[in-house]
């Protein structure tokens, strides 16, 4: 595997973690544990909400510097996979192939590039729409079964 292409797995994953729920520890000791609004790829800087300290008190945002940052802990497997939930729209809604696309890198799922799939939801409009939300209800309440 190239340099380039470890660089670029590197930054997709860091960017997946946008909107999840991670522990940051730094390097004098302290940590933090919030929802990472924004983190700046290059220098790691990090924008958290809903953060706990490790003495337990709650702060609404704090912005942490990435030279200050000794490890960046996810706690939690994201339970939407952006391929997986593809295949079963295109086996379930039997599209037409090239209907349904996938963009691995920010775990999304596009349906004729109308209606859009994340772990968030559903956005879009329409009776596929409605097709889709209810495929997507399904699945997510299976994966969180297992």
């Known amino acids: 595997m190239s340099m380039a292409s470890i660089s670029r797995k590197l930054v997709a994953e860091i960017t997946s973690w946008q909107g999840k729920r991670i522990k940051i520890k730094l390097v004098d000791g302290r940590s933090y544990e919030g929802v990472a609004e924004a983190i700046d790829h290059p220098s790691l800087n ?39 939930f593809a295949r079963i729209l295109q086996e379930e809604l039997k599209l037409a ?29 329409g009776p596929l729409a409605q097709k889709v939300y209810s495929i997507f209800e399904k699945y997510m309440a299976s994966k969180r079964k297992q």
């Open 46 to 84: 990090v924008l958290l909400s809903d953060a706990v300290n490790e003495k337990g008190e709650k702060v609404y945002k704090v912005l942490i510097r990435g030279q200050q940052i000794s490890e960046i802990i996810v706690p939690q497997q994201d339970i939407f996979n952006a391929e997986e």
């Open 97 to 125: 192939p090239g209907a349904v696309k996938v963009y691995p890198e920010i775990e999304t799922v596009m349906v004729f590039n109308t209606i859009k799939v994340t772990r968030n939801g559903v956005e879009g409009s």
